[in-house]
């Protein structure tokens, strides 16, 4: 354990759990809406960062590299696509469905600091970002 005090850490695990569970409820409680501009679900996200760079994996699996919208707003990176429900159209009846398909939106906040734009690739159904820091 390190040396910060027992109570903050505490109080911060907390907060990150109720975030983690308030993703999950968006993620799979939100009803589908007619409108594209509405979020039907939200992929997870892991970010890393070190003196050079910010790296942000996002988990995309089954999602086309050309359906994938990346832009920043007000120190947000957002992370907009849509992934396909692979048979639609089909008349199948659904007996189990659990991986979330439709359009997505996904908010993450970035470090203070300036960063610019570096490498971006589709790797194993993860969406890897890599921003520089400037200065």
């Not at 359906?67 to 199948?92: C, D, K």
Request: proline share 7%; hydrophobic share 40%.
């Amino acid at each position: 354990m390190s040396s910060r005090n027992p109570t903050d850490w505490m109080w911060a695990q907390a907060i990150e759990l109720l975030e983690q569970a308030e993703r999950m409820h968006r993620q799979f409680f939100r009803l589908a809406s007619s409108e594209r501009t509405q979020a039907v679900w939200e992929p997870p996200v892991d970010m890393f960062e070190d003196e050079r760079e910010v790296i942000i994996v996002v988990a995309l699996p089954g999602v086309p590299a050309e359906r994938i919208q990346v832009t920043t707003e007000a120190g947000l990176l957002v992370i907009r696509a849509e992934s396909p429900l692979p048979f639609s159209g089909s008349r199948r009846a659904v007996r189990q469905l659990e991986i979330p398909y439709g359009y997505f939106e996904r908010r993450i906040p970035l470090p203070e600091g300036r960063l610019e734009t570096g490498t971006r690739e589709l790797l194993d159904g993860c969406l890897i970002l890599r921003l520089r820091k400037i200065g």
